[in-house]
T-cell receptor, first 111, second 116 residues
Framework: DAKTTQPPSMDCAEGRAANLPCNHSTISGNEYVYWYRQIHSQGPQYIIHGLKNNETNEMASLIITEDRKSSTLILPHATLRDTAVYYC????????????FGPGTRLSVLP | NAGVTQTPKFRVLKTGQSMTLLCAQDMNHEYMYWYRQDPGMGLRLIHYSVGEGTTAKGEVPDGYNVSRLKKQNFLLGLESAAPSQTSVYFC???????????????FGPGTRLLVL
């Protein structure tokens, strides 16, 4: 599995866009990028995923660079409820590969 | 749908005691997972199952056993609890599909275990 690198923490003002970066320079062609978040001590929650193209859903946008070596999760209008640890995960679909959760980025949305 | 549920929510054990954590899902998912999360760390995979009657070891399987007798249930057992097993345990499930949304895991609320 490709490994990911994320900053340990970030701050964002409420109402502003939160841009969370992730480096995955060893990603291979069949590996997807997934983003999850964990609010306080709850179970992780799926946010979004992508392979090559940028993706958007009701929660966030995912921007993947053309070489696929990095990506950015964008929360367009961060709220206090978005304060959480955000995990960037790269996973292929071959047998035996599982999600690897690193320490993630702790996002603090400030009033 | 209740999604993924875990029983119990919290438990205190003494060293050497045994217990079983239950994970149940009502989404007809084939794959199920058990993770542990220690303070300030990411999740680590203990065991997983790709279908009824099958299990496999993850990253940190020592000290744990699992069973998947029914598709909807995945049990995690601690035969002789140790203080190092104090952690939060999360169960997850996902459908069979490969790639993309088929790989998305759905997590339970967690079980907090304290071993004294």
């Amino acid at each position: 599995d490709a490994k990911t690198t994320q900053p340990p923490s970030m701050d964002c003002a409420e109402g502003r866009a939160a841009n969370l970066p992730c480096n995955h320079s060893t990603i291979s062609g069949n590996e997807y990028v997934y983003w999850y978040r964990q609010i306080h001590s709850q179970g992780p929650q799926y946010i979004i995923h992508g392979l090559k193209n940028n993706e958007t859903n009701e929660m966030a946008s995912l921007i993947i660079t053309e070489d696929r070596k990095s990506s950015t999760l964008i929360l367009p209008h961060a709220t206090l409820r978005d304060t959480a640890v955000y995990y960037c995960i790269v996973r292929g679909y071959l047998w035996g590969q599982n999600f690897v959760f690193g320490p993630g980025t702790r996002l603090s949305v400030l009033p | 749908n209740a999604g993924v549920t875990q029983t119990p929510k919290f438990r205190v054990l003494k060293t050497g005691q045994s217990m079983t954590l239950l994970c149940a899902q009502d989404m007809n998912h084939e794959y199920m997972y058990w993770y542990r999360q220690d303070p300030g760390m990411g999740l680590r995979l203990i065991h997983y199952s790709v279908g009824e009657g099958t299990t496999a070891k993850g990253e940190v399987p020592d000290g744990y056993n699992v069973s998947r007798l029914k598709k909807q249930n995945f049990l995690l057992g601690l035969e002789s609890a140790a203080p190092s097993q104090t952690s939060v345990y999360f169960c997850a499930s996902r459908p069979t599909g490969t790639g993309g949304l088929g790989e998305t895991q759905y997590f339970g609320p967690g079980t907090r275990l304290l071993v004294l």
